[in-house]
């Protein structure tokens, strides 16, 4: 069965971290991209970072640069995101998302076109306030 799992989501105050973890199965996870997007109440959804099937290319948005971290562990089939120096405007539903892309890289426009990616899981709520 395929699936996409999130989890490690919550409550945190202002400055505070958290670690989000995507689990895969049921496909060559290998083999995809794996992209991190967010989606807060009356906004669309958008890319928040996404790494290379080896892990060894990656990118972010330009509002969390330098705050989250990306990695991979293929040998668990597992993507992480590093969250630091949280603020209320990161709270959202975290999704993490598979894309079939054709080498070990990542898309130039990895983050503006969610449709391309070929799974989905069902999302993590992260909630930043005091």
């Known amino acids: 069965q395929l699936q996409l799992v999130e989890s490690g989501g919550g409550l945190v105050q202002p400055g505070g971290s958290l670690r989000l973890s995507c689990a895969a199965s049921g496909f060559s996870f290998d083999y995809y991209a794996i992209g991190w997007f967010r989606q807060a109440p009356g906004k669309e959804r958008e890319g928040v970072s996404c790494?290379?099937?080896?892990?060894?290319?990656?990118n972010y948005a330009d509002s969390v640069k330098g705050r989250f971290t990306i990695s991979r562990d293929n040998a668990k089939n597992t993507v992480y995101l590093q969250m630091n120096s949280l603020k209320p405007e990161d709270t959202a539903v975290y999704y993490c998302?598979?894309?079939?892309?054709?080498?070990?890289?990542?898309?130039?426009?990895?983050?503006?076109?969610?449709?391309?990616?070929?799974?989905w899981g069902q999302g993590t709520q992260v909630t930043v306030s005091s």
């Open positions: 998302a598979a894309d079939r892309v054709p080498g070990d890289y990542v898309r130039p426009d990895w983050g503006a076109v969610p449709g391309r990616y070929d799974y």
């Open positions: 790494i290379s099937s080896s892990g060894g290319t990656y």
